[in-house]
Nanobody, 123 residues
Framework: AVQLAESGGGAVQAGGSLRLSCAAS??????WAWFRQTPGKEREWVGH???????TYADSVKGRFTISHDNAKNILYLQMDSLNVDDTAKYYC???????????????????WGQGTQVTVSS
């Protein structure tokens, strides 16, 4: 099974930036996604990059976060700019072994997950 591993989390002040990475244990051609979760809340979709088609973002991060994928290294990135305290969460990358263009923003649709990396934004 594919294993995913996130890195790059940490503490930052509001207005700052962080870049998260997600490395796969093997080369995969699948849609990828970023989710985040705070204690007591359901995992929240941040955005995804499908097999084909445009990268899509949640309204709460649109214009501030950028998802990209390095095909040569098979690493997914999440560049987070203009961070605010509401972005504090544990961030997870996800993938799903599926063909086609469809992607869901519901976390249960995704079947490969990393262990998560904590992002804490202070005011």
């Amino acid at each position: 099974a594919v294993q995913l591993a996130e890195s790059g989390g940490g503490a930052v002040q509001a207005g700052g930036s962080l870049r998260l990475s997600c490395a796969a244990s093997e080369y995969i051609f699948m849609p990828w996604a970023w989710f985040r979760q705070t204690p007591g809340k359901e995992r929240e979709w941040v955005g995804h990059i499908p097999n084909t088609g445009p990268i899509t973002y949640a309204d709460s991060v649109k214009g501030r976060f950028t998802i990209s994928h390095d095909n040569a290294k098979n690493i997914l990135y999440l560049q987070m700019d203009s961070l605010n305290v509401d972005d504090t969460a544990k961030y997870y990358c996800a993938a799903r072994a599926v063909s086609g263009r469809y992607c869901s923003n519901f976390w249960k649709w995704w079947n490969y997950w990393g262990q998560g990396t904590q992002v804490t934004v202070s005011s």
